[in-house]
């Protein structure tokens, strides 16, 4: 089993910053990706960041510059780090990790999402 921890999420000005924190735990797993995901009411869920194994990184277009993905191996987190945040930011943000117990047979897992809410 896997569980996903999401926390950080939270009321922000525009302009302002907040940083979310996903700790994975559970049966030790080759992680392949982590990655930050986002959810708006009316919308698709949407990638917003992810990270490999190898700490290559992508982004949406609509966060580049502003947000920074990162991960602490030790503590088996991911962090997204958000800047600058824009009322369009405003959504539900969720963890993703996908890992397996090889590199062939992996599986997605996913947190129970934490709210951020960019608003004056």
């Known amino acids: 089993q896997v569980q996903l921890v999401e926390s950080g999420g939270g009321l922000v000005q525009p302009g302002g910053s907040l940083r979310l924190s996903c700790a994975a735990s559970?049966?030790?797993?080759?992680?392949?990706?982590m990655g930050w995901y986002r959810q708006a009411p009316g919308n698709e869920r949407e990638l917003v960041a992810h990270?490999?194994?190898?700490?290559?990184?992508t982004y949406a277009d609509s966060v580049k510059g502003r947000f920074t993905i990162s991960r602490d191996g030790a503590k088996n987190t991911v962090y997204l780090q958000m800047n600058s945040l824009k009322p369009e930011d405003t959504a539900v943000y969720y963890c993703?990790?996908?890992?397996?117990?090889?590199?062939?047979?992996?599986?997605?897992?996913w947190g129970q999402g934490t709210q951020v809410t960019v608003s004056s």
């Open positions: 559970g049966r030790v797993l080759i992680m392949s990706a």
């Open positions: 993703m990790v996908r890992g397996g117990s090889s590199w062939v047979v992996q599986d997605n897992y």
């Open positions: 990270i490999t194994s190898s700490g290559s990184t």
